[in-house]
């Protein structure tokens, strides 16, 4: 039997906590992030659009090609014809910079497109994108991601493509005969036929291709990362110290067989801190932060980055010290941008539309439709439209997703209510058209995922305030202590009703909340764990400012930058266990750079630490970016 398949493997990419507060006024809409309490100015969500711009030759050419392979390929001679058919190439011209210990570590440009061809064969009920079982992997005629020219020669492009087309038909067809096989073996308890692939509108959208001056991006920024990057190992008990920049511009254009013809673009960039360092027990330990960017212009100053490495390099150190977290349960407080990830992990890969037709999957709310499944305070949108939340981009923005449906605000969650589910262009029944939310990353099949989900409150409370109710919570529950829980490293879920229908996230800062007016204690060594109905219902409160969480998720159509909203969240209850940790021996050697042993630097004995820092790790990893 295979294992149960964990979705969504969130990795972070940065998370930004506003400094602003919402402010009173009416329950959310969809221009302005607030709760009903609070004082200051409305922290508002940008909705800029997307400038028009002139087709690309490849465009043409593109739907050239198309039109002549599906007049083959839909002819009635065939069994099956296609019906439909689409061409997608993803050109990406990027730049990956990292430095580690002051040094510049790696520094690399590339350029590459890819073509992506989706066949269906068959017709919109049944065709051969049915899953058997979760099966959205290649060999089922949509996406190939086959390496194309970099530059528009046509005979080229003519030839993989025509190449491509022969093999994804075949694939299709192929498919759909394990399809209708499988299907008659279908009973009437195995609820409603969805259909396959909805009807939807042809879309013509056309941005300017973008692009980025990434020799300009290059030379402004290798000397900072290495200085950034000796300020954040500025210690020796730091094993590792890594800043990285990725910057990309990615251009899409897409046509199919409907009339669609779209072209997109983006311009993404970040900056990574990571840092790295060992217990005395072994336990490795990290902290990262990193900060998203539209434009050159949204990435942070020096000034930031020397502060932001600081305090990372501080945390790592104090985190050394900390004791191992207990197992335990009780109640807690989910810091903004844990609680975004916490909605995003066990919600919101809950109501990817796939999931609710599939068989293997759990289908935890696929019945629940104008059902409370929150608590009646909270509401839920999923907003790809968003670019960015009082000043700060959101990482899960797009104007037209990979099915070429315009992207659009969807209200999960009204009151506590679900409203209904994130749809692609595989309908999902009472619902029969897309919601903009079709994504992949290139090479995979397309399926709903999420964008820019943004949790909203109308029971909210401030910091101090929220502190105190989870201290009279400590008190009434009689627990030794709450906890607290300020930065997230990222976690995952299990949908497939094989397993478990459980989800683990993994927390980097946590701190232990006393009711007798102790110090917070900060403990390491811990993961979140839980099922997802009992965990929604202990939510009892939340804060009145978001927090953002800015990453990319990894799911069925591969990773796809998502970005995640929430305020902070106080739970009756929350379950911890101790995460799994290696037991290496710290270094032996001492530390390079830091003194002699005996002077400051790194000394051992016999096994057995003296104290003072462990050395420098031989034959350093280096850091791949994303995760």
Not at 168 to 182: G, I, M, P, T
Request: with cysteine; charged share 25%; aromatic share 6%.
């Amino acid at each position: 039997m295979s294992p149960p398949r964990a979705l969504g493997a969130l990795a972070l990419m940065g998370a930004l906590a506003l400094a602003c507060r919402p402010g009173p006024g009416q329950p959310p809409d969809d221009r302005v992030w607030g709760p009903t309490r609070g004082k200051g100015p409305r922290i508002v969500m940008d909705r800029a659009k997307a400038d028009k711009g002139d087709p690309a030759a490849l465009l043409d050419m593109l739907e050239a090609e198309l039109q002549r392979n599906f007049a083959a390929l839909s002819s009635p001679d065939l069994d099956p014809p296609a019906y439909y058919m689409g061409y997608t190439v993803t050109a990406v011209d990027e730049l990956y910079l990292e430095a580690e210990d002051g040094a510049l570590l790696r520094e690399d440009r590339d350029r590459n497109r890819v073509l992506d061809i989706d066949v269906r064969v068959g017709d919109r009920q049944r065709d051969n994108s049915h899953s058997q079982g979760g099966d959205h992997g290649p060999g089922n005629g949509l996406g190939s991601g086959m390496p194309i020219t970099l530059d528009d020669v046509e005979l080229s492009l003519s030839q993989a493509i025509w190449l491509d087309t022969e093999t994804q038909y075949k694939a299709a067809v192929s498919k759909l005969r394990d399809v209708e096989s499988s299907e008659q073996l279908r009973s009437e308890d195995d609820g409603p036929v969805h259909p396959d692939f909805s009807k939807e509108k042809p879309t013509v959208h056309v941005e300017p291709e973008q692009s980025l001056d990434l020799a300009a991006t290059q030379e402004a920024w290798r000397d900072v990362l290495a200085e950034i990057s000796a300020e954040l190992g500025d210690d020796p008990l730091v094993l590792r110290s890594s800043v990285s920049l990725s910057a990309e511009a990615n251009n899409q254009f897409m046509v199919n067989t409907e009339g669609s013809r779209v072209q997109t673009g983006r311009v993404r960039l970040r900056i990574m801190l990571e840092a790295r360092a060992q217990a005395a027990d072994g336990m490795y330990l990290q902290r990262s932060e990193s900060f998203e960017a539209h434009t050159p212009e949204q990435l942070p100053d020096v000034e930031r980055l020397r502060a932001t490495a600081t305090r990372l390099r501080e945390e790592l150190l104090a985190l050394r010290k900390a004791p191992i977290a207990d197992p335990y349960t009780g109640p807690a407080i989910l810091e903004g941008r844990a609680a975004g990830v916490f909605f995003h992990e066990i919600f919101g890969h809950r109501l990817e539309g796939h999931r609710q037709k599939d068989d293997l999957e759990g289908q935890t709310f696929t019945d629940k439709l104008d059902r409370r499944v929150l608590p009646g305070f909270l509401d839920v949108v999923d907003d790809p439209t968003v670019t960015t939340l009082g000043g700060i981009p959101l990482s899960g923005h797009y104007f037209v997703d990979d099915e070429g449906v315009p992207a659009q605000r969807t209200l999960l969650v009204d009151r506590g209510r679900l409203k209904t589910f994130l749809l692609g262009r595989s309908p999902v029944l009472p619902f029969r058209r897309s919601n903009g939310h079709g994504r992949r990353a290139p090479g995979y099949q397309t399926v709903a995922r999420q964008g820019n989900l943004v949790v909203t409150s109308r029971k909210t409370y401030s910091s101090r305030e929220l502190r105190q109710e989870l201290i009279e919570e400590i008190k009434r529950q009689d627990r030794p202590y709450g906890l607290r829980f300020s930065d997230i490293d990222g976690g995952y879920t299990i949908t497939d009703r094989s397993g478990p229908q459980a989800f683990r996230v993994t927390p980097l800062m946590v701190y232990r909340v006393y009711a007798d007016g102790r110090p917070d204690e900060l403990v390491r060594g811990v993961e979140i764990v839980g099922t997802p109905l009992a965990s929604f219902d202990t939510i009892v409160a939340t804060g009145d400012e978001p927090g953002i969480f800015n990453g990319v998720c990894g799911a069925e159509s591969g990773w796809v930058p998502v970005s995640a909203v929430s305020p902070s969240l106080l739970l009756e209850s929350i379950e911890i266990e101790r995460a799994a940790h290696d037991r290496d021996r710290p270094p032996l050697l001492p530390a390079p750079g830091f003194g002699a042993p005996g002077s400051g630097g790194a000394s051992h004995t016999a096994g057995k630490s003296t104290g003072k820092a462990p050395a420098q790790t031989p034959g350093k990893k280096k850091s791949g970016g994303e995760g």
